[in-house]
């Protein structure tokens, strides 16, 4: 596999992309870093809008982690059921607002280790929340971030932590989240698992689109006729006879 392209050609190509999504931003909807917390928990194998549909009636029933820490999980079920995996989720969710009373104070810890030991939060869950609700740089990777990233040639892994680390080491830190709301936005706009290659400002830059055809100029070369006017077909054998000259 290719190496990561060098940071000058990464951030160019980041520059790009910026310029086409000046917009770029979480979908999610949330006033406070915990909101953002549980709403992010909640997007799992979800969809932003349909999350947004929920969390207005959840927060008004649960307004804080003291709030949400006192509930069962069978009485929350109802609340997100159409966000998918509702079960498991509302475990996640009041099992992460409890440890936060418990170890934080009902507050959103501005830290990493921290973060990832509350239930059903990752790395991509805290990066988010790190990065939008508390301003401490952060580089959430999903799908679509390895899946542009990737083409790009920005990143060589599938690995979301292996890819987090290489954007990171490209992109100045206090570009990290945007670098990801950027990355995603596109994903979700132009380079879909069937990408819009003809709508995106960094194609030029782009190693996927660079290796979909061959390039005209070689592909003309390779159709041109021999010199001498002779098709380019298989040389002729040798019969191993030294010249008479």
Same mark, same amino acid.
């Not at 000046?22 to 931003?25: C, F, G, L, V």
């Given at each position: 596999m290719a190496d990561p392209r060098p940071r000058v050609e990464?951030? !160019?190509i980041i520059d790009r992309l910026d310029q086409q999504h000046?917009? +770029?931003?979480t979908e999610l909807n949330y006033r406070t870093p915990f909101e953002l917390l549980? !709403?992010?928990i909640l997007s799992a194998q979800s969809t932003d809008a349909r999350v947004n549909l929920v969390t207005p009636t959840l927060f008004a029933k649960y307004p804080d !982690?003291? +709030?949400l820490a006192a509930a069962e999980s069978e009485a929350v079920e109802p609340l997100i059921v159409s966000t998918g995996f509702f079960r498991s989720k509302a475990r996640s969710i009041v099992g992460a607002a409890r440890a936060l009373v418990e170890r934080h104070g009902g507050q959103v810890p501005a830290d990493m280790t921290a973060l990832v030991e509350?239930?059903?939060v990752g790395r991509k869950t805290a990066n988010v929340v790190l990065g939008l609700a508390l301003g401490v740089p952060g580089l959430p990777v999903d799908r679509h971030v390895l899946r542009v990233a990737n083409r790009l040639g920005i990143a060589t892994s599938d690995v979301p932590e292996v890819v987090e680390k290489q954007l990171c080491a490209a992109m100045p830190p206090k570009r990290w989240t945007r670098t990801s709301d950027v990355l995603i936005l596109h994903g979700r706009r132009v380079c879909r698992p069937t990408p819009m290659c003809d709508r995106c400002s960094a194609r030029e830059l782009c190693r996927y689109y660079a290796a979909l055809s061959t390039p005209p100029a070689r592909a003309r070369k390779a159709k041109a006729p021999a010199k001498g006017g002779h098709s380019s077909g298989p040389a002729p054998k040798r019969t191993g006879k030294r010249s008479s000259r």
């Open positions: 990464t951030v !160019a000046p917009n +770029a931003d549980i !709403a992010t !982690a003291r +709030a509350l239930p059903g």
